[in-house]
């Protein structure tokens, strides 16, 4: 009874081992790029959208549909959406982090510490992190023909990072959402 009880202790540490090492390279990618927090401030949801319904099975089930449907189009369709949806997954990636980046830059330069917000920051960064796992995992899926990805989740906490960093600085003039 205690050998089968240690071989699922064993994996189940080994996983969440693996899982905290995952989360925490997502988390901590250096960004490359100089932090300006006033063009963060431009970025917006607005432009993933469109990756919202790119992968739902509207448009194949509109494809099916039509007379003359042969498989190989669902795939090429499939194949298509795949890699626009990666496309546009990696910019909102890089687009959060940089939001977060410009967040932590407007933070050390400030005069008074905000452990409230650093928390906050944290919790999105890791929230979004394993939301990234999961929408990678949920593509490889799709790829084959099994189930959608739902980026709603993701795009959300975006969002919610650009209105912390329009908080944090008040004098620059944002066009609302």
Request: aromatic letters at 10%.
């Amino acid at each position: 009874m205690d050998v089968p009880f240690s071989m699922v202790f064993s994996i189940c540490l080994a996983f969440g081992v693996c899982l905290a090492i995952c989360v925490g390279r997502l988390i901590v990618r250096d960004t490359g790029f100089r932090v300006d927090p006033e063009r963060a401030l431009q970025l917006s949801s607005e432009r993933y959208r469109p990756m919202l319904r790119l992968l739902s099975d509207e448009d194949l089930n509109f494809l099916r549909a039509q007379p003359g449907f042969q498989p190989y189009m669902a795939a090429k369709l499939r194949a298509q959406r795949y890699q626009i949806f990666k496309a546009y997954l990696h910019s909102l990636d890089r687009d959060f982090r940089f939001l977060c980046a410009a967040i932590k830059t407007l933070m050390v330069q400030s005069h008074c510490d905000r452990p409230d917000l650093a928390r906050t920051l944290c919790r999105y960064e890791v929230s979004f992190a394993l939301g990234m796992m999961s929408a990678q995992f949920k593509m490889a899926l799709y790829r084959v023909g099994l189930g959608t990805v739902d980026a709603a989740r993701l795009v959300s906490l975006f969002d919610v990072t650009r209105r912390q960093l329009r908080d944090l600085v008040p004098s620059v003039a944002i066009p609302s959402l």
